[in-house]
Every structure is written in structure tokens, then in C-alpha cells.
């Protein structure tokens, strides 16, 4: 399987969201889709269920690239300890939280890969009044990078 994250192959630029409460749901979704999607994002409701990284291994043995998305987000040396050891794993892209100048730069140098660091600065579900609370009075589309 190649990991490599750019450029992407045009059967690569569906990422399919599993968003499913456990590994038998996913792969039954992966099984469902077959050929149709090579490329999955993995997350938080995933990983509460304890099956993530038997998810994770069973994607990379059907040769399926993967976007882990958790936003990370900690002290520097915390999130950059995660980015290192999450590295060792298959993994096309990670996201981390984009607000932590430090804390990015620390992800980014313990990345031991060619995966690719994704900082997400606002949800997609976020509004103009959520920012506004932060102390941020732009539109969402306005601090997105």
C-alpha cells in the first residue's frame, strides 16, 4: 500500500467518512463499497468504541489509504508524541487543531513520515456567532486556511 499522500489519484479524491460506532459496521461499509472507494477517514466515534487501530490495520491490508481525523490538540510535546507514534502507523493524513503555532510546529517536526498534517482551524459546523464567542468576529469562511 502507498502512503503517499499527493498527488492523488482520481479514485482517491472520494473519502468515504466512517462514521460508525465499530469495526464490524465499517468494514461491512468498506465491504459494501468495494473497489468504489479507496480512501477512508476514521474518527473520534471510532475510536471510542476500542477497535481504531484493528480498523486502521484492516484498511491497510485491503490496500486502502487512510485519514485519521481526531484533531489533535495538546501541549507541544504531548500532541508531537502522538504525531510521532501515529507516523509508524499507515496513514495518508491526521488532522490537529490549527490554533497552536507551537504546537503545530512540534506535530510537524515528529512526523517520522510522508504523512500529511492537516490543521483545522474551525468546524464545519461552526457559525459566525460560535466565533464571536471565541472573540473572533469574522465569518468562518474568513478564518478558514
Known sequence: MSRAPLPLRDEE????????????????????????????????????????FEVLEALAARDKRVFVDLKFFDIPATAAAVIKRLSQWPVSYATIHGWHPAMMEACAAANGSDMRLLAVTVLTSMGRSDLAQMGIDREPVEVVV
Open 13 to 52: 479524491r472520494l473519502i468515504f467518512a466512517l462514521d460508525v460506532p465499530g469495526r464490524a459496521d465499517a468494514l461491512a461499509w468498506v465491504d459494501r463499497l468495494g473497489d468504489a472507494v479507496s480512501f477512508y477517514k476514521i474518527g473520534m466515534e471510532l475510536l471510542a468504541s476500542g477497535e481504531y
